[in-house]
């Protein structure tokens, strides 16, 4: 090797000619093959290494570690089929966010006001319809298995009403013994109430022996008198006895509507009655004061 400036013979790898000190420039030797690095290219898809990784720094791991350490994933796996360059961020997956739960709430708010829509429905009564006043009016007569087999008319039963079946009454012709079973030759009361406001009518009792009328009766009645009663006596025992109420505004009673029907039994009896047919004994009404 020659300096370049004054051309002396200098040995190999000074770095400052030692006759004039300039600066060596290093030449290759004549015919050594210039230098160049060769890069290593990994395989189809793989990743390059990290540079700076722990691996490429020569670290040596302790006995019984991996060669390269693994920074929050499972054994053998790390992101990208590499472990992440030490004092990285690893970044961590994404957290879904939690669903809104007001659409839920409010569904089950509705439910629970519909199903109390539905049962404060359920419990009004049938029988009561609300006015325009906002009063009730009375619920509808129900129907009931009269002894003619006809249908009780609701308008004459506003007016007689309360029917019952007694042995016995009081001065103001109350009940006193209410029963529906009696004896042969007992007295059979039948008591009830008349609202009929200030109109005069008729009350027509229809008494009923196995099923057939056996004895007919109208009174007459006078309005503001609110009690009356009508009376029989059976002289044979029967089990299909009975009673129909009818309120008539003429005094044949052609125009007579079901208003109330009552049944009850005759028993036997060792007494023998004195009439030998069944009859009305009396009819009356009167005001109670």
């Known amino acids: 090797m020659h300096c370049t400036n004054c051309g002396t013979v200098l040995q190999p790898g000074v770095a400052n000619c030692t006759n004039c000190g300039a600066p060596v420039i290093q030449t290759p030797a004549a015919g050594a093959a210039s230098y160049a690095p060769t890069i290593a290219v990994p395989p189809q898809g793989t990743p390059p290494p990290v540079a700076n990784s722990y691996a490429n720094a020569g670290y ?24 992440p360059v030490p004092g990285s961020y690893v970044v961590a997956p994404a957290v879904p966010k939690k669903r809104s739960r007001i659409g839920l709430i409010i569904g089950i708010i509705g439910g629970v006001l519909l199903l109390a829509c539905v ?85 027509q009792t229809k008494w009923y022996l196995d ?49 109330q029907a009552v049944r009850f039994t005759v028993g036997a009896t060792s007494f023998v009655p004195t009439r030998p047919a069944l009859g009305a004994i009396q009819d009356a009404d009167r005001r109670l004061f």
């Open 211 to 259: 099923g057939k009328v056996g004895d007919t009766k109208i009174f007459h009645h006078t309005h503001g008198h609110n009690v009356a009663v009508s009376s029989i006596s059976y002289p044979d025992a029967t089990t299909q006895a009975g009673a129909e109420l009818y309120w008539c505004t003429k005094a044949d009673c052609s125009d007579a509507q079901l208003a």
């Open 119 to 203: 049962g404060i429905v359920l419990l009004v009564p049938k029988g009561t319809t609300t006015g325009t006043s906002g009063g009730t009016t009375p619920a509808a007569t129900p129907t009931i298995k009269t002894p003619s087999g006809q249908a009780i008319v609701p308008a004459a039963a506003a007016i007689v009403s309360n029917a019952k079946t007694t042995s016995a009454v009081d001065a103001d012709y109350n009940p006193t013994s209410p029963t529906t079973t009696f004896k042969a030759g007992d007295k059979v009361y039948v008591t009830f109430n008349i609202q009929s406001g200030d109109n005069d009518g008729y009350v």
């Open 60 to 83: 040596v791991p302790p006995v019984g570690q991996p060669a390269q350490p693994n920074y929050g994933y499972p054994q053998g796996q790390a992101q990208g089929g590499y472990p």
